[in-house]
């Protein structure tokens, strides 16, 4: 069901001291910062052969990374976002087998203008998954 690699998220507590980590010591194109209030995020993707990075930060009151830099303060790898066709039928099979799909199980507009859902981490072996639908 899960298909490519879209992402390897990582939660930073400087947004422009780690972007500039990629981009100046380790060489890789980097995006502008992308300010997403419904997610709470602020994000910069890092640009690689066969992947991306997201680099995250809070954005808001609200944010879901807040607790995690509370928990993680220099930041850590907060999740991996999986590619999959049809993201209501991955959802569906996922809750009839068990899995928590957070939120109220409706996709979101993510990062790439694309539907995205997240996967409780406890249900994965301690790692919160990302859905994102893309179309082949
Ligand atoms: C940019 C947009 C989009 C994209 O297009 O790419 C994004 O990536 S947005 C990214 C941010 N959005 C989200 O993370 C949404 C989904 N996340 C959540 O709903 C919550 O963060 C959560 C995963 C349900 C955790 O929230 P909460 O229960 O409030 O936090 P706790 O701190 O109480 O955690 C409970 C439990 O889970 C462990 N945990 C929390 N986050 C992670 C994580 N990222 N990876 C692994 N484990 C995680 C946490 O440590 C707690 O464990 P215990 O202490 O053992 O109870
Ligand atoms: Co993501």
Excluded: W
């Excluded at 890789?28 to 602020?42: C, D, W, Y």
């Excluded at 954005?59 to 807040?66: F, H, K």
């Excluded at 009839?96 to 996967?119: M, Q, S, T, W």
């Amino acid at each position: 069901m899960i298909g490519n690699l879209n992402h390897i998220a990582i939660a930073v507590p400087d947004l422009a001291a780690a972007t500039a980590k990629y981009r100046d010591q380790l060489g890789a194109a980097v995006s502008e910062p992308q300010e997403l209030p419904e997610h709470g995020v602020t994000v910069v993707f890092v640009k690689l052969p066969n992947t991306k990075v997201e680099l995250l930060h809070p954005l808001g009151e609200n944010s879901p990374i807040a607790a995690f830099l509370k928990k993680n303060p220099s930041g850590g790898m907060h999740h991996m976002c999986f590619e999959v066709e049809d993201i209501r039928a991955a959802a569906q099979k996922l809750s009839d087998e068990g899995a928590r799909v957070l939120g109220d199980g409706e996709p979101k507009i993510g990062a790439h203008g694309l539907p995205v859902l997240f996967l409780h981490p406890k249900d994965f072996d301690g790692t919160l998954i990302e859905l994102e639908e893309v179309k082949k």
